[in-house]
């Protein structure tokens, strides 16, 4: 199963996208957004199971999918990274003239970002200044719905909803 927001308005419109990303349907009957998806995963969940079935049987009307009107993930309650390139973490500190602490290479590094609003996949990146250079960073993104402190393996992993990848600027 496949999901896709379209461009349109500030949280997007839901499509589901054939396996071969060439083909989407309007998911708007089940949910008119990602995040609307998301935050009512489990009820939805055999309805969108159904429609990712018909798309893949071409058993309703298709529309061409093109990768460039995708829009990204939906505004999220929380976006935390783990960081476990730590050359990278490295390079990056050299850049800013800043001690990489001996603590980096045993310990795990994870911050809370920014994700009231993510870019496009083929939207240009915005720089106040391009003298200050940018960081781009290829990521596994993975979705999830609660997570319940001290959670299981199993806990965790059933509360995966979406994994992708990403872009971190």
Known sequence: MKLASLK????GKLVMVSDDLAWCADAG????TLQ?????????LPDL??????????AIPLDRFHEHD???????YQWADGSAYV???ALVRQARSAELPETFWRDPLMYQGGSDGFLGPRDPIPLADEAWGCDLE??????????PLGATREQALDAIRL????NDV
């Open 138 to 147: 290829a990521e596994v993104v993975v979705v999830t719905g609660d997570v």
């Open 70 to 76: 995708a829009a990204s993930l939906p505004r999220a």
């Open 49 to 58: 199971i159904v429609l990712a079935t018909d798309v893949r049987n071409q």
């Open 163 to 166: 994994v992708g990848l990403t």
């Open 87 to 89: 050359n990278h973490v």
């Open 29 to 32: 009957h089940i949910a008119p």
């Open 8 to 11: 349109q308005g500030r949280d």
């Open 36 to 44: 609307a998806a998301l935050d009512d995963w489990d009820r939805l």
